[in-house]
C-alpha cells in the first residue's frame, strides 16, 4: 500500500482464500527492511438458519465454530463430504461415488436413495427420510490424500 503510514493493517471482506502468512515491506531513503510474516487463519463456520416446518432445524438460527469436516466412504466405498458440529451434520454427494465440486446442484434428494446430487442433514436427533434441497458448492479444495482442505458451501434444505 505505497503511502500508508498507520502501524495497523485493517482488511475488511475477508474470504477463505485470503488465508496464508502475510509480511509487510518497509522502504525509505536508506533501502528496505521486510517484516517477519503474520498468519491469517480461517475459522470454519456451520452456519444455518432453518424455517419452522424443518423437521431437523425447527425454526432455529445456530452456528458452530468448532467443525469437523472430511471426506468419508459410505461402506459401498462411495466418497462424499462430512461436515459436523454440534449435533448437526449436512453431508453432501455431486452424483453416485463423487465428491462436490464447485457448483450449483440442484433438486438434491437424500442422498442413500438418489441417483444424482444428494444430501443428508441432521441434528438435534432428527433426520428427514424425504429431503429435497439444492446446495451450492462455493469451494473445494481436497489435498493430495483426497482429504478438504479448504470447503464451503450454502445448502437449502426442504421436505416433501
Request: charge should be negative; include cysteine; hydrophobic fraction near 40%.
Amino acid at each position: 500500500m505505497p503511502g500508508a503510514t498507520n502501524a495497523t493493517l485493517t482488511l475488511t471482506n475477508v474470504q477463505s482464500a485470503d488465508a496464508g502468512n502475510y509480511d509487510v515491506v518497509v522502504c525509505g531513503p536508506y533501502g528496505c527492511v521486510t517484516s517477519a510474516a503474520a498468519g491469517l487463519l480461517w475459522v470454519d463456520l456451520f452456519y444455518f438458519t432453518s424455517s419452522p416446518q424443518s423437521w431437523v432445524g425447527q425454526g432455529q438460527t445456530l452456528t458452530f465454530t468448532d467443525v469437523v469436516a472430511n471426506v468419508a466412504l459410505y461402506p459401498a466405498g462411495c466418497p462424499y463430504v462430512a461436515l459436523s458440529a454440534g449435533g448437526y451434520g449436512l453431508d453432501i454427494v455431486k452424483s453416485e461415488c463423487t465428491v462436490p465440486t464447485v457448483g450449483y446442484y440442484a433438486n438434491a434428494t437424500r442422498w442413500l436413495f438418489g441417483a444424482g446430487a444428494g444430501m443428508w442433514f441432521t441434528g438435534a436427533g432428527r433426520g428427514d427420510n424425504t429431503l429435497t434441497g439444492s446446495f451450492n458448492v462455493l469451494q473445494a479444495v481436497y489435498d493430495d490424500t483426497g482429504q478438504i482442505a479448504s470447503f464451503a458451501v450454502d445448502f437449502l434444505h426442504g421436505s416433501h
